[in-house]
Nanobody
């Protein structure tokens, strides 16, 4: 089992930046994939970005390409999400997710992940 704790959320003006961090503990050696999801009020949780533990290959949702960057530090067992050019539509709770088993193809569904953090709130003012 892996435990995840997010941090770094807050209130930022449109056009600003935030960096979220996810700290993993427990059986982190079993990690295959880490990801960030978000859930805006009244909406379903949606995939934002992912990164493979070994190869550092990344994958992004179209709506964040060029604005968000996902990083990982295996020595520290952290995964960060650098968010730039934020707009009010980015307002949401952001969740860190973990997958232990290898997967081929798309991995953007909630069911593709086996551990979740509690989330960190991000609010973008206009």
């Amino acid at each position: 089992q892996v435990q995840l704790v997010e941090s770094g959320g807050g209130l930022v003006q449109a056009g600003g930046s935030l960096r979220l961090s996810c700290a993993a503990s427990g059986r982190t050696s079993s990690t295959f994939l880490m990801a960030w999801f978000r859930q805006a009020p009244g909406k379903e949780r949606e995939f934002v970005a992912s990164i493979r533990r070994t190869t550092a290959n990344t994958y992004y949702a179209d709506f964040v390409k060029g604005r968000f960057t996902i990083f990982r530090d295996n020595a520290k067992n952290t995964v960060d999400l650098q968010m730039n050019s934020l707009n009010p539509e980015d307002t949401a709770n952001y969740y860190c997710a973990h997958r232990s088993r290898p997967i081929l193809g798309l991995h953007t569904g909630e069911r593709d992940y086996d551990s979740w953090g509690q989330g960190t709130e991000v609010t973008i003012s206009s």
